[in-house]
């Protein structure tokens, strides 16, 4: 899996190489800044959501609520 990533990773470095030596760095900029802004804000998201549920989980599991003694 971490040779299926380094590809990817040099086929999307390859990829902005080749925009930006076509259209140029502005444009290439103004391309790239709202995609790589969304993808910043979609992982933030996920981060956050993974650490309300790990929270959420924690929290039941310190407070059973299903604990009657008898």
Do not use: T
């Not at 086929?11 to 900029?29: D, E, M």
């Amino acid at each position: 899996m971490k040779a299926v990533r380094r590809f990817g990773f040099m086929l999307w470095v390859l990829l902005i190489g080749i925009i930006i030596g076509y259209f140029g760095v502005l444009s290439a900029v103004l391309i790239f800044c709202p995609l790589m802004m969304l993808w910043f804000m979609l992982w933030d998201e996920k981060k956050f959501r993974q650490a309300e549920r790990k929270r959420n989980q924690s929290y039941y599991h310190d407070h059973d609520f299903y604990h009657y003694e008898q």
